[in-house]
């Protein structure tokens, strides 16, 4: 909605941010996105250009922390591919990675339980055990972590 407002983000930018920002674009793919209810990673695209321009106008070095999510019901092992590509890409090296973790009153819970999108009647891939959950994360946000790398190989290589 911030990129709705330029005067918004500006603002924003120039009296409330102290250095970083957290943001949630929480995924890259549009199939997930649409899932969790979020605009494009375009909107994010526009967000950070302006928080880009308005910090440099306002002489501050400021910087964006984007927050991503694996494992949210309805995200594909390509679409996790995809966001892997995408961190690499643009330089980022998630070292905390939220994993989709059911809670009540959650549209995505009963996604997660149901394995449908209920006013869609469609089915949605889910990752219902922790370890498939961890070995998402692990594998496609935290590939160029040393510890992950057994936990990689056990994901794609089976015995």
Known sequence: ??????????ELVTHHVGGYLKIAPKHTEAAPLSKMMKPG???????KQMFERYSREAGKEQYLIPYFIAAHPGTSDYDMMNLAIW???NGFRADQ????YPSPMATATAMYYSEKIRYLRWRVTVKMSILLKV???????????????PIIE??????
């Not at 909605?1 to 500006?10: D, F, G, Q, R, W």
């Not at 990673?41 to 967000?47: A, K, L, N, Q, V």
Request: hydrophobic fraction near 45%; glycine fraction near 2%.
């Open 1 to 10: 909605m911030a990129v709705l407002s330029p005067e918004y983000v500006k």
């Open 41 to 47: 990673i375009g909107t994010y695209d526009r967000f």
């Open 87 to 89: 961190l690499k890409k």
């Open 97 to 100: 990675v939220q994993t989709f």
């Open 135 to 149: 070995k998402s994360a692990a594998a496609y946000i935290r590939h160029f972590c040393v510890i992950t790398i």
């Open 154 to 159: 056990s994901y794609f290589i089976k015995p």
